[in-house]
């Protein structure tokens, strides 16, 4: 079966009903390559005489970078962290635990909070002084993640 390509569109011999005249026959291996390139972040154009041409896919290799560091990110704020009382917290916790804080009018009041393996045992009663670090210190590595995002998606 003979392969013709011609603006970025592949046609097969005995297969498609019809071949554009300007079309170019390429090999069976040589299509094959194409299609690797492709699945590897690769794009497919033709040259001045319209045969196929693999080239490196700016935008395909820009979109996986920023997937790649807002996973990274994701994955960092979504990650337990030891904090001072023994109890693990992750850091996106920072904006519900700043939500409560708006709440605490007065300072002598307590308000429980849930580490991040969720057991009944873990929760501790903080005062808004002891939430109030809790939350600086989760700010602080969100921030920092946040940060280091910023700055690897500037250079992309």
Known sequence: MKIFYYKKGFYFEGVNSFIPKEAVEISKEYYDKLLNDMTNGRKIDSDENGYPISLYDNEYHRNKSIKTYNEIFE???KTPVLYTNGLYYCPEYVNDLSNI?????DDDMTVKIWDASGKEENVREMNKKELIELTKFLFQLYEEAYQDKRKSLSII
Do not use: A, T
């Open 75 to 77: 994955n960092y704020i």
């Open 101 to 105: 804080l708006q709440k605490m009018f």
